[in-house]
């Protein structure tokens, strides 16, 4: 499905049940995309996640009825998800500012809304310099976290300083690798790649690897071993200065305004160039794995 008209058919999948879906995953199960990318892209297009978005809107919808009928706000709760009136008084406040039964006895200042609607100004987006590359498969090996896409621009550059603290700092200072692990670091180039895996239950979560190529043998603990599989990918060229920019344009001006190619698979990748020094010039590419239409 075109990348624009998944996310407005993912509005109306959500609004039409809003009241009968329980995991972002039925949403991206409806429009057959990985949820990975349909979370990514949507929060990055909208503000919100998927989540976010229908609790919000279930909030607002249970202040109106709060106003508009008799419905007791323990009914209110079961119907809008909640399996107590406890923590459904805890997200109204959250959300509105006052309690369900300020709102029932006064009528009370809600927050408003209302449904999106999906409207794109495509700025540029067919001039973003890419190439089509496919590639076969290949192996990396490194170190793993999880990581919401809510967040993901925050805490995994927290996690690049973590691991290379702990893992590489001789490496960084121009030094010899000590230990073991320092060592494996080197001889595989962990570093080279940042990969982001979609295999987990909850859409809004996701595996990111700090990796390099794995040529086999014994893998030191703490690390581990993925596959990535062989496909075509548009790869975008930038620095590590603009990587999140550029990564925030792939999904809100390329992938809306391209009619040649759509997203496909469950990975997509950071490549920092090992005969650069790291910093805000590095060069860098983000692979995204496509299909044609």
Same mark, same amino acid.
């Given at each position: 499905? %075109?990348? $624009? #008209?998944?996310?407005?058919? #993912?509005?109306?999948?959500?609004?039409?049940?809003? /009241?009968?879906?329980?995991?972002?995953?039925? +949403?991206?199960?409806?429009?057959?995309?990985?949820?990975?990318? /349909?979370?990514?892209?949507?929060?990055?297009?909208?503000?919100?996640?998927?989540?976010?978005?229908?609790?919000?809107?279930?909030?607002?919808?249970?202040?109106?009825?709060?106003?508009?009928?008799?419905?007791?706000?323990?009914? $209110?709760?079961?119907?809008?998800?909640?399996?107590? &009136?406890?923590?459904?008084?805890?997200?109204?406040?959250?959300?509105?500012?006052?309690?369900? $039964?300020? !709102?029932?006895?006064?009528?009370?200042?809600?927050?408003?809304? #209302?449904?999106?609607?999906?409207? !794109?100004?495509?700025?540029?987006?067919?001039?973003?310099?890419? #190439?089509?590359?496919?590639?076969?498969?290949?192996? +990396?090996?490194?170190?793993?976290?999880?990581?919401?896409?809510?967040?993901?621009?925050?805490?995994?550059?927290?996690?690049?300083?973590?691991?290379?603290?702990?893992?590489?700092?001789? $490496?960084?200072?121009?030094?010899?690798?000590? =230990?073991?692990?320092? &060592?494996? !670091?080197?001889?595989?180039?962990?570093?080279?790649?940042? !990969?982001?895996?979609?295999? /987990?239950?909850?859409?809004?979560?996701?595996?990111?690897?700090?990796?390099?190529?794995?040529?086999?043998?014994?893998?030191?603990? =703490?690390?581990? +071993?993925? %596959?990535?599989?062989?496909?075509?990918?548009?790869?975008?060229?930038?620095?590590?200065?603009?990587? &999140?920019?550029?990564?925030?344009?792939?999904?809100?001006?390329?992938?809306?305004?391209?009619?040649?190619?759509?997203?496909? =698979?469950?990975?997509?990748?950071?490549?920092?160039?090992?005969?650069?020094?790291?910093?805000?010039?590095?060069?860098?590419?983000?692979?995204?794995?496509?299909?044609?239409?």
């Amino acid at each position: 499905m %075109e990348w $624009l #008209s998944c996310l407005k058919e #993912s509005v109306n999948f959500m609004e039409e049940h809003l /009241l009968e879906i329980r995991s972002p995953q039925e +949403v991206a199960d409806h429009v057959h995309m990985s949820a990975m990318y /349909l979370q990514r892209g949507f929060q990055i297009m909208t503000g919100f996640t998927l989540g976010e978005y229908m609790r919000n809107r279930k909030l607002y919808l249970a202040a109106t009825e709060l106003i508009h009928t008799d419905t007791p706000v323990i009914g $209110l709760a079961g119907k809008y998800g909640y399996d107590s &009136q406890a923590g459904f008084d805890k997200a109204f406040i959250r959300f509105h500012g006052v309690s369900p $039964l300020d !709102v029932r006895r006064s009528g009370g200042s809600i927050r408003t809304f #209302s449904r999106l609607n999906i409207i !794109v100004t495509v700025e540029g987006g067919e001039s973003m310099k890419f #190439s089509i590359e496919k590639k076969e498969k290949f192996s +990396v090996v490194g170190f793993t976290g999880i990581f919401s896409g809510s967040d993901s621009y925050q805490t995994i550059p927290k996690f690049w300083d973590e691991t290379i603290e702990k893992y590489a700092s001789h $490496l960084m200072k121009g030094e010899a690798p000590e =230990g073991e692990t320092e &060592q494996y !670091v080197a001889a595989h180039h962990i570093g080279e790649f940042g !990969v982001c895996i979609d295999d /987990l239950p909850e859409p809004d979560r996701f595996r990111y690897m700090i990796a390099g190529y794995y040529t086999g043998g014994d893998v030191p603990e =703490g690390m581990a +071993v993925r %596959e990535i599989p062989a496909g075509d990918w548009a790869v975008f060229d930038c620095t590590m200065k603009t990587l &999140q920019q550029t990564n925030t344009a792939i999904w809100k001006e390329w992938l809306p305004g391209n009619s040649e190619y759509e997203i496909a =698979g469950r990975y997509n990748i950071e490549w920092y160039s090992p005969e650069e020094t790291p910093g805000p010039d590095q060069k860098c590419r983000i692979w995204i794995p496509v299909k044609k239409r």
